[in-house]
T-cell receptor, first 114, second 111 residues
């Protein structure tokens, strides 16, 4: 299957700082990228969907000013958690979809905000 | 009613057993059906991908789609302890913007 990378794989930061997470599709062009959040033993929660070159579409209840998404190219999307707080600590996973509707996930980023 | 229903389990089976995982859905427009495996603290891994109805086999895994019943299944033959993970079903419409995921079934295969 296609490969999606995420960086960093884990990050610890102080409350009030911003954290950027990168998501790259390594061997295909992703027409759409998705960002999910997952709490322990719970399913994936879709945060936002982005298409290259256009603004992200956020799910209800997700603050777009707090979770900034940039889909700069067909292979790169970034999620920036601004002014992170302990309640933002979670497992963030991106996924990328090509032209045939198959959706591939990155390995995830574990964020811990102290 | 959720668009996709999946029993969260947990499901515990002995090594070597045949495992059956299922999802039901309500949206008749779904055409693409996927099964993902997720190990703890890892991103989901695409296991099976099928379009419309029918069966698809890959090694020990068989995916079945019955669109008339709005029911999909994943069978795992000769289950191994390494199959212990959470299995998520997912589906989307042709040209659909989103993929809809089930809640995931936690599977434990005991040695």
């Amino acid at each position: 299957g296609a490969v999606v990378s995420q960086h960093p794989s884990w990050v610890i930061c102080k409350s009030g700082t911003s954290v950027k997470i990168e998501c790259r599709s390594l061997d295909f062009q992703a027409t759409t990228m998705f960002w999910y959040r997952q709490f322990p033993k719970q399913s994936l929660m879709l945060m936002a969907t982005s298409n290259e070159g256009s603004k992200a579409t956020y799910e209800q209840g997700v603050e777009k000013d707090k979770f900034l998404i940039n889909h700069a190219s067909l292979t790169l999307s970034t999620l920036t958690v601004t002014s992170a707080h302990p309640e933002d600590s979670s497992f963030y996973i991106c996924s990328a979809r090509g032209g045939d509707n198959e959706q591939f996930f990155g390995p995830g980023t574990r964020l811990t905000v102290l | 009613q959720k668009e996709v229903e999946q029993d969260p389990g947990p499901l515990s089976v002995p090594e070597g057993a045949i495992v059956s995982l299922n999802c039901t859905y309500s949206n008749s427009a779904f055409q693409y059906f996927m099964w993902y495996r997720q190990y703890s603290r890892k991103g989901p891994e695409l296991l099976m991908y099928t379009y419309s109805s029918g069966n698809k086999e890959d090694g020990r895994f068989t995916a079945q789609v019955d669109k008339s019943s709005k029911y999909i299944s994943l069978f795992i033959r000769d289950s191994q302890p390494s199959d212990s993970a959470t299995y998520l079903c997912a589906m989307s419409e042709t040209g659909g913007f989103k993929t809809i995921f089930g809640a995931g079934t936690r599977l434990f295969v005991k040695a």
